[in-house]
């Protein structure tokens, strides 16, 4: 990399009016003859271009996210009192598994109902069948036999609807039967983990009051996990589901395949929400986690190079790099395909124009593209 030094006050304008006289007047040049201590006096800084990898591929920032239906949250199904909790973020944990524990006297009230509803089933029950027997022999009318099994089934239904409630609650079916066989009402709440997986959150705390629906858990099935990938909206176009994605660096056992590509454009940086999912070495990501996908582009298709936005110059509709030779420097043409924070994803409008080791300027920019438009010439 060049880097400036310090110089005296004037030096950076002497040497562009030096640079202005080394190119010829009239239309800009392609080439622009520096010299290192020009270079030096007007601050000029280079960087290497990063390497596409292979030539059909692109690698773009992308954050691991667990898949929508491998979450499952955990509920107070009733207010009450959290007695004790059964695991901590980070920790696996079983279906069935016992994750908190909550004090509710609305559990009594609910179990109340139920006996009710239960003992007021069971009369009518017999009411019925009692005057089912009374309409047969024609000793009552039958308006009052239908009476009798409307009530039955009204009842029949309520018990039902309590049944559920108390399942709500977090009552396992053998703990509601228990409790139709005599057995005393519970007034604790044992709230289980609905699949195997991976503790993701807990908002809950031992000796806190939840409301009912209070959110006290996240758990999650941590294989396979997504990559959410924003893709550049011209290089999306070339994507198709099904195409091959995988994470550089450490993490490059992780693969899979691209499986959502969206329709909707950012607004902000024009990019498209593309997701794969990750069905190899998942283990080794995490949710959250920000990483490099490498994604596979049709045969045939143009590198896209990734250069510091700094390095790029817009002019006339048209994007310029100026790319370090010996004694000077070359305007070239790119296409922007997009950004992402500071870094721009470029492909070169000619072929071979950009090339592995080629050193780009980031810093002096402006006074290369005065000396390329002959600014100062006489």
């Known amino acids: 990399m060049i880097r400036p030094s310090r110089r005296q006050p004037g030096a950076a304008l002497f040497a562009l009016a030096l640079l202005a006289q080394a190119c010829p007047a009239g239309a800009a040049q392609p080439r622009i003859a520096v010299s290192a201590a020009q270079a030096q006096a007007l601050g000029i800084e280079t960087v290497a271009v990063a390497a596409p990898g292979q030539a059909a591929a692109v690698t773009l920032p992308a954050q691991v996210a667990v898949p929508n239906n491998q979450v499952q949250a955990v509920a107070a199904p009733l207010p009450g009192l959290v007695q004790s909790l059964g695991a901590a973020p980070g920790e696996h944990v079983r279906k069935g598994q016992v994750l908190a524990r909550i004090a509710s006297p609305m559990l009594l009230e609910v179990q109340r109902e139920y006996l009710n509803a239960a003992s007021q089933a069971q009369l009518t029950a017999l009411n ?103 893709v550049p909206v011209k290089l999306a176009a070339g994507l198709r589901e099904g195409a091959r994605a995988r994470v550089a660096g450490a993490d490059a056992a992780s693969s899979g395949r691209i499986i959502a590509i969206g329709r909707q454009v950012n607004a902000d940086n024009q990019t498209v929400s593309v997701r794969a999912v990750m069905s190899e070495g998942a283990a080794l990501l995490r949710p959250g986690q920000f990483v490099e ?65 080629d050193r780009i300027a980031v810093k002096g920019v402006a006074a290369l593209k005065a000396a390329w438009m002959g600014i100062g010439r006489q």
Do not use: C
């Open 128 to 230: 019925a069948k009692r005057d089912e027997q009374l309409w047969q022999e024609g000793i009552i009318a039958e308006s009052r036999h239908q009476a009798s099994r409307n009530a039955a089934a009204q009842a029949s239904i309520a018990l039902a609807e309590r049944r559920q409630a108390l399942r709500l609650a977090g009552l396992p079916d053998k703990a509601i039967a228990d409790l139709g066989a005599g057995r005393a009402m519970n007034g604790v709440i044992d709230i289980a983990s609905p699949i195997d997986g991976v503790v993701l959150e807990q908002t809950a705390t031992v000796g806190s009051r939840t409301e009912q629906s209070a959110l006290l858990y996240k758990v999650a099935r941590l294989d396979p996990l997504w990559l959410e990938i924003q």
């Open 293 to 357: 996908a490498v994604l596979d582009l049709p045969a045939g298709a143009a590198p896209a190079w990734r250069i510091p936005a700094a390095g790029l110059l817009r002019m006339q509709d048209r994007n310029y790099v100026f790319v370090q030779r010996t004694g000077s420097f070359d305007a070239v043409e790119v296409q922007l395909a997009g950004t992402a924070g500071e870094q721009a994803l470029v492909t070169a409008a000619h072929a071979s124009a950009l090339k592995e080791g």
